[in-house]
């Protein structure tokens, strides 16, 4: 049984740092491209970050790049997103997701296996 779990979220004010990490398990977590989602209230469930198989290639959408990092250590079978300089529109449910298809893709249909989430609250 394939098991995603995230942790770190939490209340921070705007400017701080939060780091989520994503436990896996139940799959052979190096072949999967793995991704982070967002999804704040009364809005569709949004791209944040992925990361390649072997770490050696990652995409951000816009809001977050030069604040946010995603990595990943295939020997913990765990992926993280470091979250710099938040703001409150950063406020939202952080989802990871696991997809076997070796190339990044942003749509979360295309992913195969979701977190139950991680609530993270930015304040003004």
């Known amino acids: 049984q394939v098991q995603l779990v995230e942790s770190g979220g939490g209340l921070v004010q705007a400017g701080g740092s939060l780091r989520l990490s994503c436990a896996a398990s139940g799959l052979t977590f190096s072949r999967y491209t793995l991704g982070w989602f967002r999804q704040a209230p009364g809005k569709e469930r949004e791209f944040v970050a992925a990361?390649?198989?072997?770490?050696?290639?990652?995409r951000y959408t816009d809001s977050v790049k030069g604040r946010f990092t995603i990595s990943r250590d295939n020997a913990k079978n765990t992926m993280y997103l470091q979250m710099n300089s938040l703001k409150p529109e950063d406020t939202a449910v952080y989802f990871c997701a696991a997809n076997w298809a070796p190339n990044i893709t942003w749509q979360p249909r295309t992913y195969d296996y979701w977190g139950q989430g991680t609530q993270v609250t930015v304040s003004s």
């Open positions: 990361i390649t198989r072997s770490g050696g290639s990652t």
